[in-house]
Nanobody, 130 residues
Framework: QVQLVESGGGLVQPGGSLRLSCTSS????????IGWFRQAPGKEREGVPC????????YYADSVKGRFTVSRDNDGNTVYLQMNMLRPEDTAVYYC???????????????????????WGQGTQVTVSS
């Protein structure tokens, strides 16, 4: 069973960059689909990029296209979310999540919805402020 752990959050100025990491303290993450979500105060949790494995495709929310990039390291056990050109509205707690079973993936039409995911990390705070 995967046990997700996020890290890399912090305080950054507008226009700056951060790289978040998602690892597993349980089963390795290779071949698991990993979704990134964020939740700002008073708002619903929303999907950010999602890295899928079975077909190799990556999906991005319109709000982060061109600014955020998701990748996986060579051993497959760490998934990164590189965030560039950060804006104050990117301030949120960021979570990584996955679905049950290697090679499984959330449906294409609903990958950005949190109810499709079964395992979650504890979250890491990202604050964009001058």
């Amino acid at each position: 069973q995967v046990q997700l752990v996020e890290s890399g959050g912090g305080l950054v100025q507008p226009g700056g960059s951060l790289r978040l990491s998602c690892t597993s303290s349980g089963a390795p993450l290779d071949y698991y689909a990993i979704g990134w979500f964020r939740q700002a105060p008073g708002k619903e949790r929303e999907g950010v990029p999602c890295l899928t494995v079975s077909d190799g495709n990556t999906y991005y929310a319109d709000s982060v296209k061109g600014r955020f990039t998701v990748s996986r390291d060579n051993d497959g056990n760490t998934v990164y979310l590189q965030m560039n050109m950060l804006r104050p509205e990117d301030t949120a707690v960021y979570y990584c999540a996955t679905v049950t079973g290697r090679f499984s993936r959330p449906p294409r039409a609903t990958w950005a919805y949190d109810y499709e995911y079964d395992y979650w990390g504890q979250g890491t705070q990202v604050t964009v402020s001058s």
